[in-house]
C-alpha cells in the first residue's frame, strides 16, 4: 500500500525550531496521489491520545490547533506533493510523535479529526527540552 514517509524530526531546546517534510512513498499498488486534496499533521505524546495539528486543503485552506496557532505553519507542494510543517517557538509540550496524513477529502471540508484521514506515515520524533 502507498505510504507517507515524514523526515525532518529531532530534539531541540525550548524556542527551538524544526521543519518536518512529508511525501508519498509507493510500494504495492499505486494510488493516484494526485487525488489526495486534504493533508494534515498530527501528533501524539506519551500518554496522550493522537490529536491534530494543522491541515492545509489543494485550494489553499489551512487549518491549526489553537496550541500550535503562531507557532507552526503548514504548507504544500504540489509540484512534488510534498507537505511540510516549519515549527518554531518550540516547547517542551510540542514533544511528541509527528504524523502526516491525506485524504481524498470528497466533500472538500478540511478537518483535523484523527478519522478523516485514510493515508499515514509512521511517525517522527521531535523532542523538546526545556
Known amino acids: 500500500a502507498q505510504q507517507l514517509m515524514e523526515s525532518g524530526g529531532g530534539s531541540v531546546q525550548n524556542g527551538g525550531s524544526l521543519r518536518l517534510s512529508c511525501k508519498a512513498s509507493p510500494s504495492g499498488y499505486i494510488i493516484n496521489e494526485n487525488n489526495w486534496k486534504c493533508w494534515a499533521w498530527f501528533r501524539q505524546g506519551p500518554g496522550k491520545q493522537r490529536e491534530g495539528v494543522a491541515a492545509v486543503h489543494r485550494d489553499g485552506r489551512t487549518i491549526y490547533a489553537d496550541s500550535v496557532a503562531g507557532r507552526f505553519t503548514i504548507s504544500r507542494d504540489s509540484a512534488d506533493n510534498a507537505l511540510y510543517l516549519q515549527m518554531s517557538s518550540l516547547k517542551p509540550d510540542d514533544t511528541a510523535i509527528y504524523y502526516c496524513?491525506?485524504?481524498?477529502?470528497?466533500?472538500?471540508?478540511?478537518?483535523?479529526?484523527?478519522?478523516?484521514?485514510?493515508?499515514w506515515g509512521q511517525g517522527t520524533q521531535v523532542t523538546v527540552s526545556s
Open positions: 496524513a491525506a485524504d481524498f477529502c470528497v466533500l472538500n471540508i478540511l478537518t483535523t479529526l484523527v478519522d478523516q484521514y485514510g493515508w
